[in-house]
């Protein structure tokens, strides 16, 4: 049997740079890796690639393995879980850490059923036992009501992690590392789905998952013309507008601006929730957040629990006079 | 088309969180006072079947492990319109992982014998773990695509639209096939009342392990290959400070105000 050491990042990338999770992957791998005694080792697979290794390697990689091929441009399932497959094997580690993301959440558990492990799933902590030496996976369970701890016997270890959950790498350029190319050898008859075409839903403005301050609007805003006054705070603070999943159902908000368990996970500075009522699936998405500020008519509502302040009252009330006030603070 | 939908029991997500306990001694939740539901992901694959249905005929077969299932509760899907309800009902079957789980479940598809579609929900409500769907493609050598939105069979294959963090992609795949949804499929509809009569006279069909030809020491608690040490609930710090005025305008505005003190602003 082959003997599992050291960690594996899988590092996503995208427009020629490493994405955000990748560096949040390497910071939690480097972590595990020291733990462990053994080595971090980083992933990248796609096309062209292999320019972004040094970048794992300023991220705190030891190794970067590269698998950089025209056939695995776009995501596709069965290529890319015959390239990480053979990365896996080769690098044989005892630990692999994954986003959790469209493309993480859709190849982890292939993975750990191809090689007849298990995977735990939007882990928001990851630990080694310092008896045992296995991974403890921690995860959200009962939409957020709940956490487990999880671990296995059987190598490896694979974990995919919430996004904006770990503290990433810092990079430093000096750090050397080595740099491993894979060939993908991908039989093109054996990858059964093919992209056809991709659509981006564009949202004006600052992106959710980057913005320092976050709008969100609930059941109780009502109305498409109710999140436009949402937008007007959120241009105010330079955020932007989230919505709890009523809204989006309602087709009040976009899909995409969607908030918590199945939806967005977004970890901004400021969140101030309007009209919602903060149930554990949308408090996933946003617990990481630094202050939350509730507003509500109910003062019941469990979001008041979760919040650093809060209002209880008529949102269209409280709302232009708040965002008017805030628009004077931050222009003197 | 023959579509199988995994899809199980699960207890009220939605139920008030103080409905909501962990029995420390046995690692498991429990939930008093709320009866449990069809899992809302997996009513949400019967839904994205019984849509192919609609458009382009064929038969929807439910398909639930677990222990104490209530009738009315897994026969929702055929009140919703599916045609088979099998159920993989038995002690040995509880408790177990995504592991075995799927290895469960596959082995009943397999069973089945005929099926161009495998619908999972994205995730369960209660296990939170995403696995059971791909991992029952990748023991029966399908290809699978996770968090479909929305699904059309066009000359034997599968058309389908992916969720992405900006959009979506639109992927075309051979059958068979799995896919994983969630709410972006859209509302499940509401069982008709002839749908509920019609579920009320179907017996379930009832699978033990021997059914399925599966070893017990791969099933439920014995075949978990991930072990939870610990089930917890998280413990809210903080406190919210309540902001107030004569009227709601000025509660506001002061809210503004302590945002600035606070330094947050
Ligand atoms: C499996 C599953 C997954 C889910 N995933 C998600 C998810 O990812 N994201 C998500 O958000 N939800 C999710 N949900 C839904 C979740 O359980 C809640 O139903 C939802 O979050 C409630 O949204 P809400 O707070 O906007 O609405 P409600 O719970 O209806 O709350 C509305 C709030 O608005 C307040 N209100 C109404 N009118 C006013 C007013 N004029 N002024 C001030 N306050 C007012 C009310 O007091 C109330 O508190 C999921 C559910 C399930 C079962």
């Known amino acids: 049997m082959t003997e599992h050491k050291g960690v594996m990042v899988f590092c996503e990338a995208g427009n020629g740079k490493l994405s955000s999770i990748a560096a949040e992957g390497l910071g939690a791998g480097r972590k595990l890796a020291d733990d462990l005694g053994g080595e971090l080792n980083a992933v990248l697979i796609g096309e062209g690639v292999g320019g972004l290794a040094q970048e794992a390697i300023a991220l705190g990689a030891d190794k970067a393995y590269t698998i950089d091929d025209p056939a695995l441009k776009d995501y596709r399932m069965d290529a890319y879980l015959a390239a990480l497959e053979k990365a896996v094997k080769q690098a044989a580690p005892q630990v692999v850490v994954m986003g959790q993301t469209a493309i993480g959440r859709d190849l982890a558990p292939r993975l750990a059923f191809r090689l007849d492990c298990t995977a735990a799933l939007d882990c928001v902590d990851l630990a080694i036992d310092p008896q045992t030496r296995r991974l403890l996976q921690t995860k959200p369970v009962y939409g957020g009501n709940a956490r487990a701890i999880f671990t296995s016997d059987t ?72 999140f436009k006054q949402l937008e007007e705070l959120a241009r105010a603070l330079k955020g932007a507008v989230g919505a709890s999943r009523p809204p989006c159902d309602n087709g009040w908000a976009p899909e995409t601006i969607q908030i918590g368990l199945t939806g967005k996970i977004v970890a901004p500075e400021l969140y101030i929730a309007v009209a919602i009522s903060g149930s554990s699936q949308h408090m996933s998405g946003c617990s990481g957040c630094k202050t939350i500020v509730a507003i509500n008519k109910d003062p019941e509502a469990n979001i008041f629990k979760e919040a650093r302040f809060g209002v209880v009252g008529d949102w269209k009330k409280i709302l232009p006079a708040f965002t008017s006030k805030v628009r004077e603070l931050l222009a003197g | ?155 034997g294959k599968a058309r389908v639209e992916r969720v992405t963090a900006d959009g979506y992609e639109v992927i075309e795949m051979s059958l068979p096939a799995l896919v994983t949804v969630s709410n972006e499929v859209g509302e499940p509809r509401y069982p008709t009342i002839k749908g509920i009569m019609a579920a009320k006279k179907k017996e379930p069909v009832v699978w033990k392990p021997a059914d399925i030809g599966l070893d017990a020491a791969l099933l439920g608690a014995a075949g978990r290959r991930a072990a939870m040490l610990k089930l917890f609930q998280p413990v809210r710090e903080g406190k919210c400070e309540m902001v107030e005025g004569d009227t709601p305008e000025e509660a506001g505005a002061n809210l503004a105000l302590k945002l600035r003190e606070a330094k947050v602003l």
């Not at chain 1, 990079?171 to 491993?180: A, L, N, Q, T």
């Not at chain 2, 458009?55 to 009315?72: D, F």
Request: charged share 25%.
């Open chain 1, 155 to 226: 190598d490896p270890q694979i974990a995919t992690i919430r996004t904006k959950a770990m503290t990433p790498a810092v990079h430093d350029g000096s750090r050397k590392g080595e740099v491993i190319n894979i060939s993908a050898g991908i039989d093109p008859a054996a990858v059964r789905t093919a992209v056809i075409d991709r659509v981006v839903e564009a949202v004006e403005g600052i992106k959710l998952e980057d913005a320092q301050s976050v709008v969100a609007g609930g059941r109780g805003i009502g109305s498409a013309d109710g």
């Open chain 2, 1 to 155: 088309m023959n579509m199988v939908v995994c899809v199980k029991q699960v207890i009220d997500p939605e139920a008030p969180p103080a409905s909501f306990k962990i029995d420390a001694a046995t690692n498991k939740a429990v939930q008093a006072g709320v009866p449990p539901v069809i899992d809302h992901y997996g009513e949400y694959a019967v839904e994205a079947a019984l849509r192919i249905k609609d458009a382009s005929g064929g038969k929807v077969t439910a398909l639930s492990l677990g222990v104490n299932l209530l009738r009315e509760v897994v026969k929702k899907p055929l009140s919703m319109g599916a045609d088979e309800l099998v159920l993989l009902e038995d002690p040995t079957f509880d408790g177990g992982d995504s592991w075995s789980t799927a290895r469960a479940l596959a082995a009943a598809i397999k069973k089945l014998g005929e099926y161009d579609l495998i619908l999972c929900g994205r995730e369960a409500s209660d296990t939170n773990a995403g696995q059971v769907g791909p991992g029952i493609a990748e023991l029966l050598g399908l290809p699978s695509v996770t968090l479909v939105k929305k699904i059309d069979i066009v000359d």
